[in-house]
T-cell receptor, first 111, second 115 residues
Framework: GQSLEQPSEVTAVEGAIVQINCTYQTSGFYGLSWYQQHDGGAPTFLSYNALDGLEETGRFSSFLSRSDSYGYLLLQELQMKDSASYFC????????????FGSGTRLQVQP | DGGITQSPKYLFRKEGQNVTLSCEQNLNHDAMYWYRQDPGQGLRLIYYSQIVNDFQKGDIAEGYSVSREKKESFPLTVTSAQKNPTAFYLCASNPGRAERYNEQFFGPGTRLTVL
């Protein structure tokens, strides 16, 4: 099976940089994804790492270390609209073509 | 515009009644999924379907049923056997190609409250 751990809550100020960590345990591994969900809304896809290293998409970057079973989402130049929950998700190699999600990190951006 | 629609947005039912949640997509995606989300929690997989007329149980399938008679539609029935059905239900899809499984597209969700 799979399990993912991420902090439940993170607080940061507008304009700052914040890092949301995710550690995972899987019976195989086929990539780490990140999703954003605003209160009452639907999750939206942010990024995906299949290989080690950093992927950058605008203000958001995602990092993966497969040897450490660890990844993180980096948000730069924080804006108030970044206040949301962020979920990491993995897909394993057992053949199940579906994702397992972490319990989410609630990011609160303060002025 | 292409996307996923779920209806209704809010649904109230009495305990013991079956209820069916609608999910329709016009993205021409092969794979569709149902998730349940409880307050402050992550998404838990109920059922998923990779192709028409085929579906598999997820992690919390007990008390739920699905059908996939058309590519565009993947309705979820919450039966009276589901002990605690009050939750936020999210439907998702993706193209179904191996390299795209990690990117899922979500509908707006249905918030079900059982009275």
């Amino acid at each position: 099976g799979q399990s993912l751990e991420q902090p439940s809550e993170v607080t940061a100020v507008e304009g700052a940089i914040v890092q949301i960590n995710c550690t995972y345990q899987t019976s195989g591994f086929y990539g780490l994804s990140w999703y954003q969900q605003h209160d009452g809304g639907a999750p939206t896809f942010l990024s995906y790492n299949a290989l080690d290293g950093l992927e950058e998409t605008g203000r958001f970057s995602s990092f993966l270390s497969r040897s450490d079973s660890y990844g993180y989402l980096l948000l730069q130049e924080l804006q108030m609209k970044d206040s949301a929950s962020y979920f990491c998700a993995v897909r394993d190699r057992t053949g199940r073509r579906a994702l397992t999600f972490g319990s989410g990190t609630r990011l609160q951006v303060q002025p | 515009d292409g996307g996923i629609t779920q209806s209704p947005k809010y649904l109230f039912r009495k305990e013991g009644q079956n209820v069916t949640l609608s999910c329709e997509q016009n993205l021409n995606h092969d794979a569709m999924y149902w998730y349940r989300q409880d307050p402050g929690q992550g998404l838990r997989l109920i059922y998923y379907s990779q192709i028409v007329n085929d579906f598999q149980k997820g992690d919390i399938a007990e008390g739920y049923s699905v059908s996939r008679e058309k590519k565009e539609s993947f309705p979820l029935t919450v039966t009276s056997a589901q002990k605690n059905p009050t939750a936020f239900y999210l439907c998702a899809s993706n193209p179904g190609r191996a390299e795209r499984y990690n990117e899922q597209f979500f509908g707006p969700g249905t918030r079900l409250t059982v009275l």
